[in-house]
């Protein structure tokens, strides 16, 4: 048995700088996702920065709802909720 073999290739990446490499037309489903996931966070750290804990965990609930934009991320920082509790969630959120 030979080593593992695998091909791939880059269709678009954007770089922390902004700069990119590809065509956006390949990234346009991804980038939309990201779109929607921040927007989310944000919400999240305006939620908190705003009103406190309690708006903090009822916007971080209507994120989850099947209607919205349940995300990974969001279902991550309400399971960090759930064991750690709303400052590791906050935390969290920030971070991300």
């Known amino acids: 048995m030979g ?4 091909e ?5 990446v954007q770089f922390i700088d902004g700069s990119t490499f590809g065509e956006v037309s390949e990234a346009k489903d991804w980038l939309s996702t990201r779109a929607v996931i921040l927007d989310g966070l944000r919400k999240l750290a305006q939620s908190h920065s705003e009103h406190g804990g309690q708006a903090f965990l009822a ?7 099947p209607h919205s934009s349940g995300t990974l991320p969001i279902a991550e920082i309400l399971g960090t909720y759930k064991q750690k509790g709303v400052e590791a969630a906050i935390s969290q959120t920030r971070q991300s």
Do not use: H, N, S
């Open 8 to 12: 791939f290739r880059v269709l678009f």
């Open 3 to 6: 080593q593992p073999q695998a």
């Open 59 to 65: 916007e971080l609930e209507q994120q989850q709802q």
